[in-house]
């Protein structure tokens, strides 16, 4: 089993960065995919960045390319989610998670493991 912590959000005026981070404890990470996904009120939880087990391969959704980026340190078991010049769009809770299959991946089906959430909120 493992247990994924987020933390890292808040609140930032529009053009501001945030650095999000995923802790993972239970078993080592290092040889799953990690993504990150995000849910705004009344609206579906939708991808928002993925990266392989080994850091080489990244994917991200068409509006946060080019301002967010993610990263992982397998030695310390964390992710984390780089985030630049934000937009009120961006506001959401924003979710870490893992799975073992180790190709990063845009869909919420191929995540076996989901933290809480940390909320992120972008004032204009």
């Known amino acids: 089993q493992v247990q994924l912590v987020e933390s890292g959000g808040g609140l930032v005026q529009t053009g501001g960065s945030l650095r999000l981070s995923c802790s993972a404890s239970?078993?080592?990470?290092?040889?799953?995919?990690m993504g990150w996904f995000r849910q705004a009120p009344g609206k579906e939880r939708k991808f928002v960045a993925g990266?392989?087990?080994?850091?080489?391969?990244?994917n991200y959704e068409d509006s946060v390319k080019g301002r967010f980026t993610i990263s992982r340190h397998n030695s310390k078991n964390t992710v984390y989610l780089q985030m630049n010049s934000l937009k009120p769009e961006d506001s959401a809770v924003y979710y870490c998670?893992?799975?073992?299959?180790?190709?990063?991946?845009?869909?919420?089906?191929?995540?076996?493991?989901w933290g809480q959430g940390t909320q992120v909120t972008v004032s204009s």
């Open positions: 998670a893992a799975s073992e299959n180790g190709i990063a991946n845009m869909h919420s089906y191929a995540y076996h493991y």
């Open positions: 990266i392989d087990w080994s850091g080489e391969d990244t």
């Open positions: 239970g078993r080592t990470t290092s040889r799953f995919a």
